[in-house]
């Protein structure tokens, strides 16, 4: 198994520093994200954010994304009292017993010194622009960040018309008895194992993926919608493919289609996520998914918490996409 390094380990100096700052946000990112993000955006000059942080995040956009689509921080600050939620609808419960957004501010200021913007979908989480990858009873078996086991090889919003540039991830609580990894495939590493042809007809659009089960199954709007066919990797590595739901339309597309997912698990890296972790990652070139392999403790699992966001370059881009009152989130 490849490890993932750390790109960047706040000492824990810098980590209570940081935590102090974002404790200072008086509003909520749940009941008004504007102010929030207007308020976190104060805090870019605040010298007790550290300029080791600001320059990181900032050197981090130069990078080429199809090479190293991976960025890994470390000991990130987080929420001192972490609540417990039940499974039935955790996603309520939080609204209600979570009032610190130390993490929510993590997420939040990573978005603004990365110079990115944070989306919501209206299908996922009544539009919330922070998700948590934490079990919900009725979608224990699905294919989704509310899942209890495996999670396939996928981009997020595979064939979704608004498909986040990253995915931004920070751990709030493990289960270390038993073993769940966050796995990950840089797509122009999987490249290297297929030949030319078979990369000639993946960059065909002859390929099917419905939209996702947590897309689907809470939004309602998405129904008797098709998703459009689709390329399944361009050239210059973007990937578009849910492991187990995109299909080939036609026999030859099908049999490439399964040798580039038997090449994503041969390229494979696996990480098991400790609180404070920050993974995140350029959607279109890392194909992700957890992989749980054992459980020793089902309760501990059920409680496993990470939050999310999802990024774009500019939320300008997809301004035909979202609710007239309120900006940034996709009716869909
Ligand atoms: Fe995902």
């Excluded at 390094?5 to 980590?15: G, H, I, L, N, P």
């Excluded at 008004?32 to 600001?54: C, H, K, P, V």
């Excluded at 224990?140 to 090889?153: E, H, N, V, Y």
């Amino acid at each position: 198994m490849r490890e993932i390094k750390y790109d960047f380990v706040f000492t824990d100096a810098e980590r209570d520093a940081l935590r102090t700052v974002l404790t200072e946000v008086a509003t909520s990112p749940y009941t008004n994200m504007d102010a929030y993000i207007a308020d976190i955006e104060q805090l870019r000059t605040d010298t007790r954010l550290g300029s080791r942080f600001t320059d990181f995040c900032e050197m981090s956009m130069l990078r080429d994304f199809a090479k190293e689509p991976l960025v890994v921080i470390g000991n990130a600050p987080i929420d001192p009292e972490l609540p417990r939620f039940g499974s039935a609808d955790p996603v309520t419960e939080k609204h209600q017993l979570k009032t610190t957004f130390v993490a929510e501010g993590f997420l939040a200021a990573y978005a603004v010194l990365t110079g990115t913007e944070i989306i919501g979908h209206l299908s996922v989480n009544g539009g919330d622009f922070f998700h948590d990858i934490y079990p919900k009873e009725s979608m224990f078996d699905s294919q989704s960040q509310k899942t209890l086991g495996t999670l396939k090889f996928h981009r997020d919003f595979t064939n979704h018309f608004v498909c986040p540039d990253f995915v931004n991830t920070l751990t709030l609580r493990d289960t270390p008895t038993n073993e769940v990894y966050s796995t990950f495939t840089v797509t122009t590493e999987a490249m290297q194992e297929l030949s030319d042809k078979e990369l000639d007809i993946l960059a065909q659009p002859r390929f099917y993926t419905p939209f996702d089960d947590v897309s689907a199954a809470e939004g309602n709007l998405l129904h008797g919608r098709r998703a459009q066919d689709h390329v399944a990797l361009t050239h210059d590595g973007s990937a578009r493919v849910f492991e187990g739901r995109t299909q080939g339309l036609d026999e030859e597309a099908q049999q490439v289609l399964d040798r580039f997912v038997r090449a994503l698990h041969a390229r494979k890296q696996m990480r098991v996520s400790r609180p404070g972790d920050s993974v995140t990652f350029s959607n279109q070139h890392v194909i992700h998914g957890r992989e749980v392999h054992a459980i020793n403790d089902l309760e501990g699992l059920k409680q496993r918490w990470l939050l999310k966001t999802h990024n774009v370059y500019t939320r300008q881009a997809f301004e035909e996409f979202y609710l007239q009152d309120r900006y940034g989130v996709v009716n869909g």
